[in-house]
């Protein structure tokens, strides 16, 4: 079955950087576009990123262009999400996604917190 | 930018009833990238219908999805105690290509 497995969260101070990581199992990773979604403590969900089944194309939300970059290595089966200059409105669960127009398969989230 | 807006805010209802969700988009759009989401406390989102009225695998009958353009409605005809969650309907424009959610719509026993 498929499994998207996120990690990399945890406490950082503003102005820091985090790198999130996702395995996935079960299904041909090199053929899906992988994205990355978070939700603030009690909010809704935010698209944030992006990329294609080879790595060659990414696209993401202008909330995090230029902070964000999304980024693959389909020898590990693992989407990454590389963050910096963090602000504490980056706190939130960040969801690894599958799929192409939807989202059919989601991790169970990793939370990352920004605070002094 | 397509904003879409989900109504009402929180739905009180009862178990047996029926409830009738609404997504409208600030402009026309393909019904072919228009999804529905559950989540329940603690939990990931699960797609429950994509392209606006094809019900995901392992989704019940109970659900299902409806309208084109503008207007989208996510209905549960009886619902069931573990229906009541936060629902999302979802946009996928492909000409830029970026990805949107609706602000959701609580669904609470009443």
């Known amino acids: 079955q498929v499994q998207l497995v996120e990690s990399g969260g945890g406490v950082v101070q503003p102005g820091r950087s985090l790198r999130l990581s996702c395995v996935a199992s079960?299904?041909?990773?090199?053929?899906?576009?992988m994205h990355w979604v978070r939700q603030a403590p009690g909010k809704g969900l935010e698209w944030l990123a992006v990329i294609s089944y080879d790595g060659n194309n990414e696209y993401s939300a202008d909330s995090v262009k230029g902070r964000f970059t999304i980024s693959r290595d389909n020898s590990k089966n693992t989407v990454y999400m590389q963050m910096n200059s963090l602000r504490a409105e980056d706190t939130a669960v960040y969801y690894c996604?599958?799929?192409?127009?939807?989202?059919?398969?989601w991790g169970q989230g990793t939370l990352v917190t920004v605070s002094s | 930018e397509i904003v879409l807006t989900q109504s009402p805010g929180t739905l009180s209802l009862s178990p047996g009833e029926r409830a009738t969700l609404s997504c409208r988009a600030s402009q026309s759009i393909s019904s072919s990238y228009l999804a529905w989401y559950q989540q329940k406390p603690g939990q990931a989102p699960r797609l429950l219908i994509h392209d606006a009225s094809s019900r995901a695998t392992g989704i019940p009958a109970r659900f299902s999805g409806g309208g084109s353009g503008t207007d989208f409605t996510l209905t549960i005809t009886r619902l069931e105690p573990e229906d009541f969650a936060v629902y999302y309907c979802?946009?996928?424009?492909?000409?830029?290509?970026?990805?949107?959610f609706g602000q959701g719509t609580k669904l609470e026993i009443k």
């Open positions: 079960g299904f041909t990773f090199s053929s899906y576009g």
């Open positions: 996604t599958k799929g192409y127009g939807v989202f059919d398969y």
């Open positions: 979802q946009h996928y424009d492909s000409s830029s290509p970026m990805y949107t």
